[in-house]
């Protein structure tokens, strides 16, 4: 990470659902380049950790900072507008506007934006992710995979600095994955910044280059790809061993 | 030929008016009548059908307008036009204020909430009769000086027209689309940028500066303010008219009120049994046709002049110009 600009920091991040501790002082930094994965079992905390980074759910301790700015009680449509974008683990669209629509609402909600500049922009990114025939379609009638790489297209509108994906290859076609993953790899080669949540670690290993484990509300591994899955600790709490 | 249904539309608003003075005042007065409702219709739906805020205060801020122009004037002596316009800025001050408590709320609370505050507002005006005349009712002073309500109708359909083309501009221009996504989806509309606070905020004030323009022109036309210019009959009324209409689309919901207020007239004869036979009409409405009935008959009327093209561009399309917010 040394050298390289800090996005997104989370310093000591608790959220208490009732007497469940959901994250339990989580440190979490996302660096400018990152192809963070984030993995761990069911319940572990992560979308509860997303959800905080991205300003859709307040901490109850600890801060967010995004580039060094404290974000807390800020609406998420101010990380929005600060770079931070993310897609939701069941999928969220605008369902009976169009697939243009849907790409031109965060275009548009950027300051200076104009309607032509943002609609030739979206029909770029819609041409990127294969979906220009369906432009016209009202979202809701797209395959699950289509509403998958629509959901990033429109935090691509956004031109963001990080993307937070929460399980975008859950219940997607392989054929679709593969075109997400390369969607992905691209995109960070073009100096996007990922953070990809998801249960499928055959997905998460084939593009990540940083793995963040999660167990029961905590962090219990960071680091390279390699040495995370050899962690003793990872095994016992991911892989049940 | 995509001009051609505004084409009709202004052609055919042309021809009523011309002939406008065949009708007898009877008919003429539910016209007006009609067109008052018009307004309430259009800006409840931008309300309800386009950001999904599901409000039932729309006609205590017809009431709210009404008694401000109408006790303005008469305190000091104001231009009727600006009474109305007071009444105007009074409405969207305070649905401005309602929409910012209402923020956190959605579906059944938001309902409650502004079904409470409607009550509130009606109950107050029947009981602070030294202020509003209470029950007895609040004498207005006429807007025009005509003996006949052809005047009035005129008025009532430049109002009318200036509602829906503001309101149009608005739900054509970027705060439109807003407007639809958080409908549609309120996080994701904030995850997209959009700032959810500040649209539902001016959704409430926008609609509710036009109820409050709707009951302005309606406490000079009709000559008294009552408390029951807001109650909740009167709510259920604008209800029905903009679900059976459509409430997604301002023209539509117009044509809802416009085809229950002419049916209610026109069914007069049978008493309070027309009251149930619209009630079935809305559950029907509800539960085969909840886009409404206008709707289908509007979106045909629509694809006048439309040249054979494919289903795909056939659909909405991208504004080609530039909108500001």
Redesign the interface.
């Given at each position: 990470m040394s050298g390289r600009a800090e996005l997104v920091r989370g310093v000591g991040l608790v959220k208490r659902f009732g007497g469940i501790v959901a994250n339990d002082a989580v440190d979490f930094v996302v660096a400018e380049g990152d192809l963070l994965g984030l993995i761990g079992p069911n319940g572990s905390g992560k979308t509860t950790l997303i959800n905080m980074l991205?300003?859709?759910l307040e901490p109850d301790g600890g801060d967010v900072l995004v580039r060094g700015q404290r974000m807390s009680g800020r609406?998420?449509?101010v990380y929005?507008?600060m770079g931070v974008?993310?897609t939701?683990q069941q999928t969220?669209?605008?369902?009976?506007?169009?697939v243009?629509?849907n790409m031109?609402?965060?275009g548009?909600?950027?300051s200076h934006s104009?309607?032509?500049e943002v609609?030739r922009r979206a029909r770029r990114y819609l041409d990127f992710l294969s979906l220009s025939d369906v432009e016209?379609?009202p979202a809701k009638n797209l395959s699950g995979g289509q509403q998958k790489l629509l959901e990033l297209g429109?935090c691509l509108?956004?031109e963001p600095a990080v993307l937070f994906l929460d399980e975008p290859f859950a219940g997607v076609h392989p054929r679709l994955r593969d075109k997400l993953l390369d969607r992905i790899r691209e995109l960070h080669q073009g100096g996007r910044t990922f953070v990809v949540v998801d249960h499928d670690m055959e997905s998460i290993l084939r593009i990540s280059r940083r793995l963040v484990v999660m167990a029961r509300g905590s962090k219990i591994a960071d680091g390279e790809p390699d040495a995370v899955r050899a962690d003793q600790a990872v095994l016992a709490a991911y892989a049940g061993l | 030929m995509r001009g051609l249904p505004i084409a009709i539309v202004l052609a055919a608003a042309a021809l009523a008016l011309a002939n406008a003075g065949r009708l007898n005042p009877y008919w003429t007065h539910v016209a007006i009548i009609a067109m008052y409702y018009g307004i309430l219709a259009a800006s409840w739906s931008l309300l309800a059908g386009y950001v999904g805020l599901f409000s039932l205060s729309h006609m205590a801020f017809a009431s709210i307008g009404g008694y401000t122009s109408a006790l303005l004037i008469q305190w000091f002596r104001l231009p009727i036009p600006l009474g109305i316009v007071a009444g105007v800025v009074m409405c969207c001050a305070l649905g401005g204020a309602i929409g910012w408590v209402c923020l956190r709320m959605s579906g059944p609370y938001l309902a409650i909430f502004t079904l409470g505050f409607s009550e509130i507002v009606r109950i107050t005006i029947s009981t602070e009769d030294e202020v509003t005349a209470g029950m007895a009712g609040l004498h207005t002073h006429s807007l025009l000086a005509s003996a006949t309500r052809l005047p009035y109708l005129y008025v009532a359909f430049a109002l009318l027209a200036l509602s829906l083309l503001l309101m149009g501009l608005l739900v054509r221009s970027?705060w439109g689309?807003?407007f639809?996504?958080i409908r549609?989806?309120e996080?994701?509309?904030?995850?997209?940028?959009?700032?959810?606070?500040r649209c539902r905020i001016v959704a409430f004030a926008v609609a509710s500066g036009f109820a409050g323009l709707a009951g302005g022109f309606y406490a000079h036309y009709i000559g008294i303010m009552t408390p029951s210019v807001g109650d909740l009959d009167e709510m259920a009324k604008l209800l029905v008219m903009t679900v059976i209409g459509g409430m997604e689309r301002l023209p539509t919901a117009v044509g809802g009120a416009f085809v229950v207020e002419f049916l209610l007239e026109w069914l007069r004869e049978y008493g309070q049994w027309r009251l149930p036979v619209f009630g079935i009409v809305l559950l029907l409405t509800m539960r085969f046709a909840r886009n409404g009935l206008v709707t289908p008959f509007w979106l045909q009327f629509l694809r006048l002049g439309e040249a054979r093209v494919s289903p795909?561009?056939a659909?909405?399309?991208?504004?080609?110009?530039?909108?500001g917010t």
């Open positions: 991205t300003g859709h609406p998420p449509n929005a507008a974008a993310r939701f969220q669209l605008f369902g009976r506007m169009t243009l629509e031109l609402v965060p548009l909600a950027r104009t309607w032509d609609a016209q379609l429109r509108m956004l | 970027r689309l807003f639809r996504a549609e989806d996080q994701a509309a904030a995850a997209s940028g959009v700032a959810v606070a795909l561009s659909a909405p399309t991208v504004p080609d110009k530039e909108s």
